[in-house]
């Protein structure tokens, strides 16, 4: 029905005029009936983006439906991607082919790695990023990438009809209807509504419904979700004031300079756009005493710190740090919102008290006192839905063929969405073509502890990630997301350019073969000693030591031992990526391998699925207990493994549950042939022989 | 652990390092007075495990009893002469490598075989039902076996978490929450240091503070094994309870079982105040009686002090007996001891739950020779009489039965296998804790605290990562 491709250039040319009519994008008046669609997602956020696109990548017709097309990339919040936790999400992502991390080596301004001295596992690649050069590279990215559609409109309902058998749910979604009454056509639908559903932005006592500052909230949609069913829940949060940059004194202020050289988010990039001589510095400053009177005096001001709400109790606004730990000086991060923008960020100073007392508050602070606020903080209030209610393939369990992706399931991030854009994207297209789904095992990645924590917990405050929340987290680094995810999302989803499997299959094949070649060298410590005297290997060792285990010691590198055993080592030298992950690999082999194992003992249990339609409240001939009972059919575990991390849930209850398993492959043995086995598993005992 | 990791990995052909898991051990015989005890390892590491005990012989052949000389591989100390078995995968019980230990049931045997495979390389205890989990993912069991050991599995599971409670009441109890609090808080601290600290002001001194709290608790955990060799007192045996309202002639019937006056005997309701142990033997069977105080509400605090340690020790029982006095079944304490305590006791799903249960009414010969028999419950019971021993063969036959069932569990012979267990996971904890200070980097410190923490809340439960946030968000300010 549309010549897609060229469509989407059409666009493309159109926003880079800025403005457009709406009807340039939508329809074109052309379709007669209504257009057709394999996925059609709604929503242009960070989550948005990457569920159109990989929806697309994987081969799917899709739409992208937005309120405007000129906001599609954008940054509402903070002007920086990645972190501790967040930047080993955009590896994952970024091995599964998608987009932010690529957009951000074109993007940043300010490229840095935290925890260096911390250890490999918990690097975190973080940038500040230029906020309208990020926007610019996602637009132009998303209106070329084939079989992708941008259509400008509000979604104000969801077309539903009767479910299809076979699968669990009441009915099954067809398509959407905008607000201007026309519909939409679709095999499967992705929301990521944002902060959009019954949006409410709070400054001091004011409050008006906006999904963001200047932008409509969907109130229709999110009435048709709480009548189908679907129980919904509420969060905030905030946003801090932009200051204007000549308002502020740096000088007095201590500067944070980027890292020399950058390090790439992607495993494509050799390198990011922009010289570390070029890019902008950071500074720090602190709040003092008279901040905290100004927020003590005029609580009764402030109702987005007063209602019941949960907010983030680690992404505070300064009235909750100030409440919570007083007499403390909080630290205020000056960030730069882009090259040539004439705003900062001062990340930390999320604040939602009336316009006026936000500056009074502000010129208090050293270096800001003649600060001018651009922008003033706000609060956003938002309905979210349990995300228990979705399968890990983040397909609902009420609605068939309906995605969700995002702030709707109650995360917080960029990173955090991003990365379930991608997974909702590759699912709600597996779906169309009746594949199995694609789901990220805790074991495998940061995704996969994402939702896993999601869909069988819950969250009661916007959940970001941590890596502390990974069991797993020696085995799941920054510098090895390849190997976890780039071959099943080439194979398994379909969503894997054949250049970066190349790639990531060239990595692994020189990583075995450079690990196979530090086990098989072998010298006595005493010529070891000789050969690489900077390490402080101690000779009293009889037995002979391996070349991988000189590499463990910290003073030693792939350089080094190449100079020491030029034969056959130096050749694994030559790409500094590679000699760096066999550094990283050999540090941490001991304690990988005793990972691995529990790793399978996981697995074994993820391989046990349950059957979809059991009602865990009526089933009779298995004595389980209520609460557990309950418990089992709130968060409806597709296997043993996630039956087993909800708390409350016995040993003994998970043994009776072993017979809906065995049931479960009865089934499955006669309709399908044999059983399916975890769709991981493969791959792990391949990461196993590296 | 880690160097023995390593140790493990050199002496490991590599394909054996796709076999999945680790290599779990249990009694898995009944812990009546039997002559023999089986133990059962599974998973790769169970030909180590055969022989590390069996040094310096060959593994035997496979699915063929041999006799063995069992020794401690960290010693050498003889154990015992026993029989082993070696089933090689996938033909064993589980479909894994499977090792069978056929010894002399003695506890100082059992003991010793279960703390001599706990310190070889890669094997641990089992948990509950691990053995069934095990054989059921390797297909091993049709669904109809599945569900009969559902029950059986439930049945452990409650005699272990019983078991527990019994060993977690005690100062050791105490010892091992107080050491996991600690723990959960340094590693907090640490889990908050890599998380937050970059950008984040925690303040100075987070980690110092933290190996300062890992190394005293090294201190402890180590005093502690040192120790603890001597010190526990191994209270073995089915744990029978003796309940019911006062004056229903408790005491009388302690007495009358364990052939002694163990308990103060008087018409005065509430003379026994506290809880009273006595190990006999009834039936063949190792028990351990206690006297409790008659359960009643509203008197005086020493007597409330002792009816809250009976409903304590209750909550331990592997088998209840109730007594009630037949001649006074209409009076208030009666009615109020069968509808607050039997009425959950009885109501709980027979499967839910694997305590036993006696209903005993003592004092028959206060009854009148003729007439209707009195009907207190839908429960069956036992009519007997204290003072004329009337009803006790009764009685000893109905208990005879009852222990059997209770004995007969395989894999709940719990004192031993529940202190090899404390030994086994508090020395990883220990060994862990040693890896904490020699780690390259903090995210490896990390580790080893997690690992240590892991072995202590398998003891004392809990163990999430939210826990760990919590603590962050209670002790730092952070985020931005």
């Known amino acids: 029905m549309f010549p897609l491709r060229a469509r989407g250039l059409r666009v493309a040319a159109s926003l880079s ?11 074109d008046g052309a379709a007669p009936g209504c257009p057709h669609f394999d996925v059609v997602v709604v929503g242009g956020g960070h989550a948005g983006t990457e569920a159109a696109a990989a929806a697309a990548r994987c081969g799917s017709r899709t739409l992208l439906l937005t309120h405007r097309a000129d906001t599609i990339g954008q940054m509402s919040c903070n002007p920086s991607f990645g972190g501790i936790g967040k930047g080993h999400l955009m590896r994952e992502v970024d091995a599964l082919d998608g987009l932010c991390s690529r957009i951000c080596d074109q993007s940043g301004v300010h490229y840095k790695v935290l925890n260096r001295r911390k250890g490999p596992a918990v690097w975190g690649l973080r940038a500040q990023i230029d906020r309208k050069l990020y926007k610019q590279n996602m637009q132009r990215e998303i209106l070329s990438t084939p079989l992708l559609t941008v259509q400008e409109g509000a979604v104000e309902d969801l077309i539903l009809t009767e479910p299809e058998p076979g699968h669990a749910g009441k009915c099954r979604v067809r398509g959407v209807v905008l607000v201007d009454g026309s519909t939409v056509h679709a095999e499967s639908v992705v929301l990521t509504t944002g902060t959009f559903l019954r949006g409410l932005v709070v400054i001091g006592l004011e409050m008006h419904p906006a999904g963001r500052l200047g932008d409509q909230p969907s109130v229709g949609l999110a009435q048709t979700l709480e009548k189908l069913g679907f129980v919904v829940g509420r969060l905030k949060t905030g946003t801090p004031p932009r200051l ?5 004194d740096f000088s007095v202020l201590k500067a944070q300079t980027p890292d020399d050289p950058s390090v790439p988010f992607s495993f494509l990039s050799e390198t990011v756009w922009i010289k570390p001589e070029d890019q902008l510095p950071c500074h720090l400053t602190h709040t003092n005493p008279r901040v905290d009177a100004i927020i003590l005096e005029n609580l009764h001001l402030n109702s987005h710190v007063r209602e019941t709400t949960k907010g983030p109790r680690y992404c505070p606004s300064i009235e909750s740090k100030v409440l919570r730990f007083p007499n403390r000086m909080h630290q205020v991060w000056l960030e730069p919102e882009g090259l040539d923008s004439d705003l900062v960020y001062p990340q930390g100073l999320s604040v939602t008290l009336p316009a006026e007392l936000q500056e009074k508050m502000i010129t208090c602070i050293r270096g800001l006192e003649k600060a001018r606020v651009v922008q003033p ?21 009420l609605v068939q063929r309906l995605f969700f992706a995002g702030q709707i399931n109650g995360t917080t991030g960029y990173e955090e969405a991003a990365a379930q854009g991608v997974i909702a994207g590759v699912n709600a297209s597996l779906r169309v073509r009746c594949r199995p789904p694609f789901i990220v095992s805790r074991t495998e990645g940061y995704i996969g502890v994402l939702i896993d924590d999601l869909t069988t917990h819950g969250t009661s405050e916007p959940y970001r990630m941590f890596t502390s929340r990974a069991e797993f987290r020696l085995s799941l680094r920054p510098d090895n997301a390849d190997s976890r995810l780039t071959f099943r999302g080439y194979k398994d989803a379909g969503c894997v350019s054949q250049q970066r499997y190349d790639r990531a299959a060239w990595m692994k094949t020189s990583l075995e073969e450079g690990l196979s070649a530090l086990e098989s060298i072998e010298f006595s410590s005493t010529k070891w000693k000789k050969l690489v005297p900077q390490a402080s290997i101690s000779t009293s060792r009889s037995d002979p030591v391996r070349a991988l285990d000189v590499l463990k010691y910290e003073e030693v590198d792939m350089e080094l031992l190449a100079q020491a055993v030029p034969d056959p080592l130096a050749k694994y030298t030559e790409c500094r990526e590679l000699a760096e992950r066999l550094k990283i690999e050999a540090s941490y082999e001991s304690v990988l391998l005793h990972q691995q194992e529990e790793i399978k003992e996981v697995q074994r249990d993820e391989a046990l699925q349950l059957p979809e339609d059991l009602d865990y409240m009526s089933v009779t001939d298995v004595s389980l207990s209520h609460e557990v009972r309950e418990k089992l059919h709130f968060s409806r575990p597709q296997t043993i493994g996630a039956a087993s991390r909800i708390p ?11 017979k809906f398993v065995k049931a479960t492959q009865q089934r499955q043995a006669v309709t399908n042939g044999p059983p399916r086995t975890a769709p991981h598993s493969h791959d792990a005992s391949k990461r196993q022989e590296l | 652990m880690w160097r023995k990791l390593q140790i493990l990995a050199a002496c490991r052909p590599r394909s054996l390092c796709t076999a999945p898991g680790a290599t779990i051990f249990a009694l898995s015989s009944g812990r009546g007075r039997c002559g023999v005890a089986v133990i059962r390892t599974s998973g790769p590491a169970s030909h180590q495990a055969l022989r590390s005990l069996t040094a310096p012989r060959a593994l035997p052949r496979a699915r063929r009893a041999s006799l063995r000389l069992l020794c401690d591989p960290r010693s050498g100390a ?4 026993a029989l082993v078995l070696w089933f090689p995968g996938p033909q064993s019980f589980t479909g894994e490598d499977c090792a069978e230990f056929h010894v002399h049931g003695g506890p100082a045997v059992v003991s010793g075989v279960l703390q001599a495979l706990s310190s070889v390389p890669g094997l641990r205890p089992a948990q509950a039902g691990e053995f069934t989990r095990r054989a059921f993912a390797h297909g091993k069991l049709s669904l109809p076996e599945v569900e009969g050991l559902a029950d059986l599995i439930h049945a452990e599971t409650e005699a272990q978490r019983r078991q527990a409670l019994r060993q977690l009441e005690g100062e050791l109890g105490q010892l091992s929450h107080s050491w996991a609090e600690t723990l959960t808080k340094a590693l907090a601290h640490v889990e908050a240091y890599i998380d937050f600290a970059e950008d984040d002001n925690l303040e100075e001194g987070v980690l110092e503070q933290a190996d300062q709290e890992v190394q005293a608790l090294e201190v402890a955990l ?13 209270r073995s045996g089915v744990h029978v309870v003796v309940t019911g309202p006062p004056n229903a002639g408790k005491s009388s019937l302690v007495n009358l079982l364990s052939q002694k006056p163990v308990s103060i005997v008087s018409s005065e309701p509430g003379t026994t105040r506290d809880v009273l142990e006595t190990p006999v033997d009834l039936a063949g069977f190792p028990v351990l009686l206690s006297d409790t105080a008659g359960l009643r509400e509203g008197v005086g605090a020493v007597e409330q002090e002792g009816v809250r340690r009976a409903r304590e020790r209750l909550e331990q029982a592997d088998l209840v007996l109730a007594v009630l006095d037949a001649s006074d079944l209409a009076a208030p304490t009666s009615r109020e001891f069968l509808d607050t305590v039997m009425a959950p006791l009885v109501s709980q799903d027979p499967r839910g739950s694997s305590q036993r249960l006696l209903l005993v009414l003592n004092k028959c010969d206060l009854l009148p020779a003729e007439g209707p028999h009195p009907q207190p419950w839908s429960h ?17 036959g109905a208990l005879r039965k009852e222990l059997a069932v209770v004995c007969g569990d395989p894999s709940t012979g719990p004192p031993l296998l529940t202190r090899a267990r404390h030994r086994h996971h508090l020395q990883c904890c220990l060994d862990a804790l040693g890896h904490y200070k020699q780690a390259g980097d903090l995210a490896l410190a990390a580790e080893a605290l997690r690992i240590a923490r892991r072995h202590l809340t398998q003891l004392t439960g809990g163990g999430g990562s939210e826990e760990i946030l919590d603590v962050i968000f209670r002790d730092f300010c952070v985020g931005k």
Do not use: F, K, M
């Open chain 1, 17 to 27: 005029r800025q403005h457009l009519p709406s009807a340039r994008l939508s329809g």
């Open chain 1, 244 to 248: 204007a940059r000549d308002s502020i």
């Open chain 1, 377 to 397: 903080g706000y609060g956003v209030q938002y309905d979210y839905l349990d995300p228990r209610q979705i399968t890990p393939s983040l397909e609902t369990r």
């Open chain 1, 648 to 658: 409350g849930v016995t040993p003994a209850a998970i043994v009776n549950l072993l």
């Open chain 2, 78 to 81: 003889p154990l015992d002469r």
């Open chain 2, 222 to 234: 180590g005093a502690h094994l040192q120790d603890a060799r001597r010190g526990q007192r191994l």
């Open chain 2, 380 to 396: 069956p019971h036992l009519l007997l009489s204290c003072l004329t021993r009337e009803g006790l063969d009764g009685l000893l």
